[in-house]
């Protein structure tokens, strides 16, 4: 699934789900477990993932292939793209703290976590190895949002459910969660025949 | 004295503070490098060495460090070794660099080191923040190994790539997919804290 070849919307599509970010690659494992807790916070956190994902892969493109590469700093790749987020993160909590106070209420403490999130440095990291254009990589990180956003509160939505439920002991907090997030996962699993990928 | 402190720290990050399955930290990569046991070893590897030699770096500059910028610095350090450890990697191994992938790499935001250098090594001298880092290495790296064999056993049938069950094996191909890390890091959370940490309560 390298070069030219998958169209926009196939990226698309694998990203949010046969592909999903979390659920099979792992990424943002740590802020997943413990934000997923509220479906309103959970929803906070996966719009901010969203908005910064799509962002920051746009600019770690650029930077990539116009900087690095051309100065033979392939090295530095890791270096840079996490100060490119952490810039980032830290100049969109100025902007909407500045431009809208309600936005910046429901959004402004979830931006700070952001950078630590490794599924944004994960999705920059695998546009550069499948050799994604700019176009395919903008795609690429907001699918990669989007799918992180949709497993997030699909996972709060169960949480909440779950505060009833007896869970037996030693399983409760991050060893049912890990359970769920299994079965989602499993559930993910079967979008992997709507588009004929594997 | 000093050495008693270490004992100290060394057997609270092995066991009873352990960071994957008390504090569930570095969950991504436990769960995505556990299909293979020699994958797993040189990551865990790459980890004890980052871990290890970024609380040092940090603790020796830690009066250094301006409060205000002290996490784009803590960030900085770590990327700077997990450099090492992909340059490293690639000229050695470079079969393994290629299927760990991007994982190499997102060792920099591994909870567990921003965790240890936050709450450790900006409080400590270098030398015992030193053998915080590699003990907690260790701790990630002992869990990962009895996943990653039990992952491998049972979904491929192999141990460090030599097959040990014989072909009546039915091999669970969902061990070495998502779902299977998932479980398994489940489990081994349940039979730890259901069994070992009774007396914590469990409640979190």
Not at chain 2, 9 to 23: K, P, S, W
Not at chain 2, 32 to 41: E, G, I, M
Request: hydrophobic share 55%; glycine share 10%; proline share 2%.
């Amino acid at each position: 699934m390298s070069g030219q070849g998958p169209g926009l919307f196939t990226i698309f599509f694998a990203a949010v789900f046969t592909g999903n970010i979390l659920l099979t690659l792992y990424l943002g494992m740590c802020s997943f477990l413990a934000v997923s807790r509220q479906v309103r916070t959970a929803i906070g956190l996966g719009a901010a993932v969203v908005f910064v994902m799509t962002a920051t892969s746009a600019i770690n493109w650029l930077v990539y292939y116009y900087l690095l590469l051309p100065f033979d700093l392939d090295h530095l790749k890791y270096i840079v793209f996490i100060i490119v987020v952490a810039a980032f993160v830290q100049l969109v909590e100025m902007v909407i703290e500045r431009v809208s106070e309600p936005l910046y209420q429901a959004l402004g403490i979830f931006l700070p976590l952001i950078t630590v999130n490794c599924a944004i440095l994960g999705a920059a990291l695998f546009m550069i190895i499948r050799h994604y254009s700019l176009a395919q990589s903008v795609v690429y990180g907001a699918g990669s949002g989007v799918g992180w956003l949709v497993a997030i509160v699909a996972m709060a939505g169960i949480r909440e459910r779950l505060k009833n439920a007896r869970i037996p002991r030693g399983l409760d907090g991050a060893g049912i969660a890990l359970i769920i997030a299994g079965i989602m996962a499993m559930a993910f699993m079967g979008f992997a025949g709507m588009l004929g990928l594997n | 004295m000093n050495l008693k402190k270490m004992r100290t720290v060394t057997i609270a990050n092995l066991g009873r503070e352990n960071q994957v399955f008390v504090h569930v930290l570095g969950i991504c990569s436990t769960l995505a490098v556990t299909n293979d046991l020699r994958n797993t070893l040189v990551m865990c590897l790459g980890l004890i060495f980052t871990t290890g030699l970024s609380n040092l770096t940090i603790s020796a500059l830690r009066s250094w460090i301006p409060q205000r910028v002290r996490m784009m610095v803590t960030t900085l350090i770590i990327a700077a070794y997990v450099i090492i450890v992909d340059i490293v990697l690639k000229a050695t191994a470079p079969d393994i660099s290629r299927q760990l992938g991007p994982y190499v790499g997102l060792i920099i935001t591994n909870c567990i080191i921003m965790g240890r250098a936050e709450a450790f090594a900006l409080t400590n001298r270098p030398l015992l923040s030193l053998v915080d880092g590699i003990t907690a290495g260790i701790g990630y790296s002992w869990v990962l190994m009895v996943i990653a064999f039990l992952r491998e056993l049972m979904g491929s049938g192999t141990v460090w790539g030599i097959a040990v069950l014989g072909d009546w094996w039915v091999k669970w191909s969902i061990m070495v997919m998502a779902p299977g890390a998932f479980f398994m890091l489940a489990l081994f959370v349940w039979v730890v804290k259901g069994r070992f940490l009774r007396d914590e309560g469990g409640a979190k």
